[in-house]
């Protein structure tokens, strides 16, 4: 069974600078889905960004990118220019492409807060 | 804006009474799923639905039922609540195909006592 695991309940950045949130997954597929969701205070889950293992090339969303080391199966997510709206709880998800419905497992979260 | 709502934010019940949790959507989504979130332990899934009155079991079903009479609308039922089942609550709906995106809804805070 595929598991993800973030190793870092909590990170702490300065505004304005960058941080790496970490995750690793573990499986025998080939082909599947990557994301990282946002989760702000009191707020509503949203996708932050998503990687396609059969692409090499990283995906980037504005001020996040990640870094997918499929080899080490390792998916970090990198903020540049934190902003204090950045502060959330993060979580990386896997989602297999095999399977009838859209499951994903997510791993344990990590709590990003911002120092103005 | 793909829209994912549900009944409550903030939930409180006693121990063994019988609570609906419900889940609306509204961009015609094939998938719904119910997740339970627990501080050090993620999101664990604990009922889906790919389609209307089709279910599946999730990673920790124990203690619940859920039902999908209509496309639109998912709910989950905790048959006698228990305290242990004190939870942050979350729905999500997704495509069958496509960019397996989930959506997520405000999430339910239950609290047993």
């Known amino acids: 069974a595929q598991t993800v695991t973030q190793s870092q309940p909590e990170m702490s950045v300065q505004e304005a600078e960058t941080v790496t949130l970490s995750c690793t997954y573990d499986t025998s597929e080939s082909d599947y889905y990557l994301f990282w969701y946002k989760q702000p205070p009191s707020r509503q889950m949203i996708l932050v960004i998503r990687q396609e293992a059969y692409k090499q090339q990283n995906a980037t969303e504005n001020r996040f990118s990640v870094n997918f080391q499929k080899a080490a199966k390792s998916f970090s997510l990198k903020i540049s220019d934190s902003q204090l709206g950045d502060a959330a709880m993060y979580f990386c998800a896997y989602r297999t492409l095999g399977g009838a419905t859209n499951k994903l497992i997510f791993g344990t979260g990590t709590l990003l807060a911002v120092q103005p | 804006d793909v829209k994912v709502t549900q009944s409550s934010r903030y939930l409180v019940k006693r121990t063994g009474e019988k609570v609906f949790l419900e889940c609306v959507q509204d961009m015609d989504h094939e998938n719904m799923f119910w997740y339970r979130q627990d501080p050090g332990l993620g999101l664990r899934l604990i009922y889906f639905?790919?389609?209307?009155?089709?279910?599946e079991k999730g990673d920790i079903p124990e203690g619940y039922s859920v039902s999908r009479e209509k496309k639109e609308r998912f709910s989950l039922i905790l048959e006698s609540a228990s305290t242990n089942q004190t939870s942050m609550y979350l729905c999500?709906?997704?495509?069958?195909?496509?960019?397996?995106?989930?959506?997520f809804g405000p999430g339910t805070r239950l609290t047993v006592t």
């Open positions: 639905s790919y389609d209307v009155k089709m279910k």
């Open positions: 999500a709906s997704g495509r069958q195909f496509g960019s397996y995106e989930q959506y």
